[in-house]
């Protein structure tokens, strides 16, 4: 085959390889964002990231790790078996490679179809296609940013200035205004540019312009402009992939909404009031080789909507850990290898076999229905036990390989373990540091709700008594007051019999008796709005010692239910 076929052949086996491989990935990552409803959009942006970045390694990647098949994979028979240094066209995923390479093996690069240069031909005439629309799209770009005039605001100035030193940025990008656009947008990424909508510029207000702003700075913080070219290399090169396309999506997607949860967690602005801007903004085209703060669909609009309302965010741990799994064992390419058959030691004496045990390490791998296998090691040198307890040496490398391999997963289980133990102690001591101040707490909350329980009812108390007091005294003074009505009475009647001078001195006295009766009146309704002061004072006493003790009550309870919370963790 020409030199021409043999980079066709590869390059079109890595694209397929690739290919195949982000099937998987990309179903891992759609069910961790479907089955985790409360995963950070931050962490949902990390997972398509690398999604996207799988594809581009899986092109580049000189050659695929070899992953050991299970016991149940169906093996090659012996002397069936690839070379085992087959090129690109023979290590997509789950192929079988079993044995040592066989002289007879057919050229592997034969086996692929005559078309191959075909077809690299084509994808070579898409990417071309692309970069030409990529191309026309970063002249449209220039031709805006050439057409903008700079922000001479004065008031959108120093916000721009004051929401900089707010983020921390060292370096601001320029401000500009055009008429071209109905959305801010941040172009870049070099050199990076704001461009604010000419025609909303006068009719935003300070409070929707500042949080326009600040999602345009927290893409520049974010570095989205440089972390944004995975995806979009991704999509250019494997523009015949669907999944790459929805990769850029869901980025996309993810990266607006991790960036509207930065801005809400500012505690700048309400979520109310940033949801309302989203609306206003509406739906708009997203600039090439920049962002915008519009959505390009009403489905991207409406989801973004409902990530600012996830009030049950995912254990940020689980997020770092899930994210660290998609690295460590999605993104390099690999294959499927069926176990190679060790090849016996010749029968002859070998004094490193002296002591069984002696400076070796041993490996038992255990199986659902499967012989267990025991492996040994030593030094670098590594062997197969059998049945019968004989050594037989293990040459082929990738055997080799996946013993190493379990030799370092082994150490660094151990290693975990250990550090497991000691965060488990920290994490006991704090619990147990957390019960006793909670338990102290409560012990507290409680008897500060019986001081104030007292206090109400002592209070209750006073008050009665002096609504009393009053209460007798109102009582006395009508008594006093009917006690002079009846004695200016008499004096009346006695007036009236002894004639005429009697009676005019007895309407002298009537009119004084009157008028005492009067003030005597008089005091009464004051007596009386005195005792009625003191039955609301007493009442209101009443209702504030009822309120303590319930709280008191409600204290007591919080602090048992903490109690048993905590009985329940220990």
């Known amino acids: 085959m020409s030199h021409a076929g ?137 031709r805006r940013l050439a057409a903008s005039q700079p922000c001479e605001h004065a008031g959108v100035a120093h916000l721009w200035r004051r929401l900089g030193v707010a983020l921390g940025l060292r370096r601001m990008p320029a401000l500009r205004v055009s008429a071209q656009i109905e959305s801010p947008q941040l172009l870049g990424p070099w050199p990076a540019t704001v461009l604010l909508p000419q025609a909303r510029l006068a009719t935003m207000s300070e409070a929707e312009l500042e949080m326009a702003l600040h999602h345009e700075l927290e893409h520049l913080r974010r570095g989205d402009l440089w972390w944004g070219w995975v995806p979009a290399a991704a999509q250019w090169l494997f523009f015949f992939h669907p999944l790459a396309h929805l990769i850029a999506r869901e980025y996309a997607l993810a ?28 739906v708009g085209p997203r600039p090439q080789a920049g962002l915008a703060s519009a959505s390009p669909t009403y489905l991207i609009l409406k989801r973004r909507l409902t990530m600012l309302h996830n009030a049950a965010p995912t254990s940020r741990l689980l997020a770092l850990c899930l994210t660290a799994a998609i690295a460590a064992f999605g993104l390099a390419p690999y294959r499927i290898a069926a176990a190679d058959i060790a090849q016996p030691v010749q029968a002859k004496a070998d004094p490193d076999r002296a002591g069984e045990n002696a400076g070796e390490t041993r490996i038992t791998e255990r199986g659902a229905g ?25 040459v082929d490398p990738a055997t080799r390989e996946r013993l190493q391999r379990m030799m370092r997963e082994s150490r660094q289980a151990e290693i975990a373990g250990e550090r497991a133990r000691r965060e488990a102690a920290v994490a006991a001591s704090e619990a147990e540091r957390h019960a006793r101040a909670a338990r102290i707490e409560g012990e507290r909350a ?91 004072a007493a009442a209101q006493a009443l209702r504030e010692a009822a309120a303590a003790t319930r709280e008191a009550e409600q204290a007591a309870r919080e602090a048992a239910q903490a109690t048993r919370e905590i009985s329940r963790e220990g």
């Open 370 to 394: 499967v012989p267990d296998q025991r492996w040994a090691v030593r030094g670098e040198r590594y062997y197969r036990i059998g049945d019968d307890g004989a050594y037989r040496e293990v």
């Open 6 to 142: 043999t980079w066709a052949s590869e390059l079109i086996a890595r694209l397929a390889a690739a290919s195949l491989q982000s099937l998987l990935l990309v179903a891992l990552v759609w069910a961790a964002c479907r089955w985790l409803p409360g995963l950070s959009a931050a962490a949902r942006c990390r997972l398509w990231w690398l999604t996207a970045l799988q594809l581009l390694i899986g092109l580049c990647w000189p050659t695929p790790l070899a992953l050991s098949a299970p016991a149940w994979w169906p093996s090659l028979a012996i002397g069936q078996t690839l070379p085992a240094a087959a090129p690109w066209s023979a290590r997509v995923p789950f192929a079988l490679a079993a044995g040592a390479a066989v002289p007879a093996a057919p050229d592997v690069g034969a086996a692929l179809p005559a078309w191959s240069l075909a077809l690299a031909s084509l994808w070579l005439a898409g990417c071309v296609a692309m970069s030409a629309v990529q191309l026309r799209a970063w002249r449209s770009v220039r």
């Open 446 to 536: 409680a008897e500060h709700g019986r001081r104030e329980a007292e206090q109400g009812r002592r209070v209750a108390e006073r008050a009665q008594a002096m609504a009393r007091r009053h209460a007798a005294q109102a009582e006395q003074q009508a008594h006093r007051t009917a006690r002079e009505q009846a004695t200016a009475e008499r004096a009346a009647e006695q007036a009236r019999r002894e004639g005429p001078r009697a009676q005019a001195m007895a309407t002298r006295e009537a009119a004084r008796a009157e008028r005492q009766a009067r003030q005597a009146a008089r005091g009464q309704v004051e007596a009386e709005r005195i005792a009625e002061q003191a039955r609301r």
């Open 255 to 282: 990266r607006e909404a991790a960036v509207d949860a930065a801005v809400l967690d500012s505690r700048r602005y309400p979520a109310q009031d940033y949801g309302r801007l989203l609306l206003r903004l509406g």
